[in-house]
């Protein structure tokens, strides 16, 4: 079992950057697979990011080259850097995380192979 808190959502402009925090307890944290969802209004929770154990890291391609995962194993938490930020990106942001033995070197997109999500934080970009 594992608790996930997410942090760092807020109101930003067009163009600006923000950083979600998302801190794990429970469980080693080393031992999981960390992804990123996100959900607008109206629309089905969309992959955004993930970390696998191994640090090899996956993106949606609508965000590929403007945010960036990472994880500290030592502080058991897990960041989204998101530079470039667009309107389109505004959305409740979670965090997730699994223990599947297939995913040490890769990571699902696939909201269904989580089994521990926080609760979310809010995004909002303005034009």
């Known amino acids: 079992q594992v608790q996930l808190v997410e942090s760092g959502g807020g109101l930003v402009q067009a163009g600006g950057s923000l950083r979600l925090s998302c801190v794990a307890s429970?469980?080693?944290?080393?031992?999981?697979?960390m992804g990123w969802f996100r959900q607008a209004p109206g629309k089905e929770r969309e992959f955004v990011a993930a970390?696998?154990?191994?640090?090899?890291?996956f993106y949606a391609d609508s965000v590929k080259g403007r945010f960036t995962i990472s994880r500290d194993n030592a502080k058991n938490t897990v960041v989204l850097q998101m530079n470039s930020l667009k309107p389109e990106d505004t959305a409740v942001y979670y965090c997730?995380?699994?223990?599947?033995?297939?995913?040490?070197?890769?990571?699902?997109?696939?909201?269904?192979?989580?089994?521990?999500w926080g609760q979310g934080t809010q995004v909002t970009v303005s034009s």
């Open positions: 970390i696998a154990r191994s640090g090899s890291t």
């Open positions: 429970g469980r080693p944290f080393s031992s999981y697979t």
């Open positions: 997730a995380a699994t223990n599947k033995g297939r995913y040490y070197y890769t990571a699902s997109k696939d909201k269904s192979e989580y089994d521990y």
